[in-house]
C-alpha cells in the first residue's frame, strides 16, 4: 500500500515556483527522507500534505485521501512536526500534549510521551513559551507522535536538538518503524536521514532531482570509501597498476599522498597491495564513505553520470534552473 | 469535541497572559463607578442603565478590540495555528473554538458587570432594581458583545498579519460607532447623505435618514435598548432619545435584527475567508 503518492504536484507563489512537477510515492512502513537545501520546497510539499497550501496542479493522496479535500481525515492519521511553527506561550508542554491525545481521540500517557521524548517533567509543567528551541522541538515531536499515527512527517526534526535528542529522535524514528508506522522525514542534512532512512528523495529548487535507496545512492557516486597512502615514492610513480584494480574508481598522487577513491569497499585492501608493491607506506588512512558530497553535486545542479539516470521511478532529472 | 479544546486552549493561554482579567476587570470595575457615582443623583437604578449603556456602547468595543483581533491572526504569524491545525481539527473547529473563547471572555465582563450594578443597585438605590430591566439589559448587551466579537474575530480570520488586523479592528470601530454616531461634526453618517444629496440632486427624507442612521450595531443596540424600558420611558427627559413611532426602524425587534446581523454575516464572511485561505 502507499502511504504517500504525490502525482505532478506544483505550487506557484505568484512568480514563484516553490515545487514544480513534483511525483514521488512513498510506500506504507518505509522511512523516507525528503533532503533538500534550504528554499528547495520540502516544508511547501509538507504544507500541501496536510493540507494547509492548496497546490496550484497536481494532486497529493495521503494514507488513500485527498490532501486537500480530506485533509482531516488524513490530519487524525498523521502525526506532525512542523517547521516554522510556534507553541501557546502561556499554555505547559504537558497541555499541549494532553489536547493532542483529546483532539485525536487516543488513549495515550501525556507524562510517558514526554518521557519519551526526553522532556524532563518539571519542565512539561512550565509554560513552553519558556522553553529553548531544542526542549520546543522535543515538545511537537512528542505531539507527533500521540495517537500512534500512521504516518509521522518531521520536517528538520533534529534543529536545535542537542547530540543527545538527536540519538533519541533517532531511536524512536526506528521504534516507529517497527512498530509499522511510515516515516516521512524532511531535513537539510545527509548524515541525518543517512542512518535511519530506507531511501531518500532529494529536492533542489523546487524539483526532485534524485530518488533512491542510500545503498544505490552510495554505488552510483562509488562511495566505497576512500584511501590515501603516504609513500616515500619518486614522483614518477606509476598509477596504472592501481587504476585497473576492480573497483577502483579514481586515483590520484601528490604531494607524497596516493589517494584512492574507491566504488566498492571490497577494492581497498587490493589497492592497498598496489601501492605497497610499488612504494614504501609510511601511513595509511582510510575515509569512510560519506554521501554528503553527492547530495552537494546533486544540490548544485551538477549530478555525476547523468548518461545513468537515477534508478529510482519517479526521479526526473531536469537540472536545476528553476 | 475539538471545538471545545481550541476553545479551552485559547481561553486558558489568553487567561494566564492576564487579557482576560484586564477585560474583565477593567470592564466591570468602570460599570461599578458608574453606578456608585450615581447612586446620589437618581432613585432609580434602570436610569443608571442608561448611563451605561451609553458607556457600553462606545467604550466596550475598545475593551474587545485587543480581546479579540489577535485570536486567529496571531496564531498564523506566530506559527501555532500549525500546531492547532496539524491535530484533527477542521477550520470550522478551530473557528468557532477562537471564536467561543474570546466570546465568553465578553459574555463574562457583561454578567459580571450586570450583577454588580445590580448588587450596588439594590444596596444603595431608593428604588428597588428590576430584575427584569437589568435582565433584559444584560441580554440585549450581550447580543451587542456577540456581535463585536464575531467582527473582530472574522478581521482576524481574514489576515495574516498583525497590523491588518489592526487596522482592520480599528477601522470597523472607527466606521461604525465615531462615523455613524456622529462624533466627529464634519465626518459622520449625518454629512455624508448631505454629500448624496448634493452630489446627485436627490432628496434624502428623514425616513430614509433615520432607517441609515440605525443600521450600525452601535446606533442599533442603542435602539434596542429602550426594551429595558417598558412602561417608564416618560420619567425621565434622555429618554426621549429612544424612538417611539410606529415605524420598522423604531421597532426593538428590527434594531435588534440589524445587530444579530452584523454579527452572523461577519462570521460567515470571516469563516469563508478563513476556510479558503493557505496557512503559510
Known sequence: MTALQIDGLTKRFGDVVAVRDLNLAVEAGEVFGFLGPNGAGKSTTISVLLGFLHPSEGTATVLGHDATRESRAVRSRVGLLPEGYDVYPNLTGREHVASAIETKGADDDPDAVIERVGLAPDDARRPAGDYSTGMRQRLMLGVALTGSPDLLILDEPSSGLDPQGIKRLRSIVREEAERGATVFFSSHILGEVEKVCDRVGIMNAGELVAVDTIDDLREEMGAGGVVEASVESPPDLDLDPIRTVDGVRDVEHGGGVVRVTCADPRAKMPALRRIDDATTVTDVAVEDASLESLFEEYTNGTAPNPEEPTSGETATQQGGDA | MSTFTVARDDFRNARRSYIVLGVIGVFTALTALIFVAEIDIYDDPYRVLFDVL?????????????????????????????????????????????????????????????????????????????????ATFAGITLLYTFTFVSMFVAVSASTDSRSRAMFGTLGLYFVLIVFWFGFLPLLNIGTLLDTVESLLGVTVSEDTRNYVGLLSPGTAYLQTCKAVYGGVLGQYESFAQFETGDELYAQTWFTALVILAWGVGSLAVGYLRFQRSELG
Open chain 2, 54 to 134: 451609553f458607556f457600553v456602547s462606545f467604550v466596550f468595543p475598545l475593551l474587545l478590540a485587543p480581546l479579540a483581533y489577535l485570536s486567529i491572526a496571531g496564531d498564523r504569524t506566530s506559527g501555532a495555528i500549525k500546531y492547532a491545525m496539524g491535530l484533527p481539527n477542521s477550520r470550522a473547529e478551530y473557528f468557532a473554538g477562537k471564536f467561543l473563547s474570546r466570546f465568553g471572555v465578553g459574555a463574562a465582563a457583561i454578567v459580571l458587570a450586570v450583577a454588580v450594578g445590580f448588587v450596588i443597585s439594590l444596596a444603595f438605590f431608593v428604588s428597588t432594581p428590576d430584575v427584569v430591566r437589568f
